[in-house]
Nanobody, 124 residues
């Protein structure tokens, strides 16, 4: 059974950094588009960043571009999200998702595999 497990969340002060990881097991996701989404209390799940499976193009939300970097290690079947210059508004549960899309989608429903999420809290 395919499984995605996030790690690396925590509490950090504004301006600080965190690195999230998403380890996949049960199957290889090397050809899949991998994405990070986040959901703050009372808000809808929103797109953060994605990396395409084959050509490793990366895509970012306007709110994270320039501060966040998504990357993947095919050998480890793991995706990372390096988050720098964190702001209080980045506080949310961050979810890893995988989809056999061929490209990238910003829509959560396009991704069929999800992790359980990891909490990121940025204090002011």
């Amino acid at each position: 059974q395919a499984q995605l497990v996030e790690a690396g969340g925590g509490l950090v002060q504004a301006g600080g950094s965190l690195r999230l990881s998403c380890a996949a097991s049960g199957r290889t996701f090397s050809g899949y588009t991998m994405a990070w989404f986040r959901q703050a209390p009372g808000k809808e799940r929103e797109f953060v960043a994605a990396i395409a499976g084959r050509d490793i193009r990366t895509f970012y939300a306007s709110s994270t571009k320039g501060r966040f970097t998504i990357s993947r290690d095919h050998e480890k079947n793991t995706v990372y999200l390096q988050m720098n210059s964190l702001k209080p508004e980045d506080t949310a549960i961050y979810y890893c998702a995988a989809g056999n899309l061929g490209s990238v989608s910003l829509e959560p429903h396009m991704y069929l595999n999800w992790g359980q999420g990891t909490q990121v809290t940025v204090s002011s």
